[in-house]
Structure formats: structure tokens, C-alpha cells
């Protein structure tokens, strides 16, 4: 696997969550997968700014942290299905909680977004002299 630059620091709850759902695509994986959306070519369809090679990374690291089971067919052309373990369906109304505040605060998050964007974008046309 990857060489780690930080040391795991798995001190509290914060700590765990962090490192069992850091992932640009996990907590979207997550959520597809419980509204239904099993195969891999529906999951990469749903989320289609993600490469397939990023998305078969993160469903298996959730799968190795049980949130996720992978079921493969014996029939060929291979079919892969994924689903929630009991453990994954625990994290479901979390991920619900954190996706009706960012809507409540749409507006006011994405305004943020993209000023701290066009910050970014700003300081590096400085950096290269545009």
C-alpha cells in the first residue's frame, strides 16, 4: 500500500471517523450505495468526476473498514456488487444529519467556496506572473 508521511493519530471519535471516511468520494459512495446504486458502473455513472481506478480504491478501503461488502458473481463477464455491512448502515443517518446542514446552508457555503477559490486562484497568478 501507500507509505504514510503522518503517523496515525487515532485519539478520539474525530480522529477514527477521520481516517475511516477521508476520501474526496467515500461519504458520496457511501450514500449511493444505501439509496441502491450497487454496481460499479451505476456508482461511476452517479459520480462521474471521480476516475474508476479513485473509486475502486476508496470502496475497498470502506470495505476493509466494514462499511461496505463486495460480492462478486461467478459469471462471466465478472459481476461485482456492492452493499452496506450493518457497521456501514450505522454511518447512514450521520452522513443524512451532514447533508441536510450543507443544504440548509447552501447559499452561504458556496459563496465561502468560491471566494476562498478565487482567493487560491488569485495568489497563483501572482506566483506565476499572469
Known sequence: MKDRKIPLNLNCGLDLIGEVLYGKWKIRLLWFISQGHQRPSELQRKIP???????NIQLKELEEHDLVAKKIYPVVPPKVEYSL??????VIPVIAVLGNWGNENEERLRKLILNAQS????LE???IGR
Open 119 to 122: 482567493i487560491t486562484d488569485g
Open 85 to 90: 455491512t450493518a457497521f456501514g448502515q450505522t
Open 49 to 55: 468526476d471521480a476516475s474508476r481506478r479513485v473509486l
Open 125 to 127: 497568478d501572482e506566483v
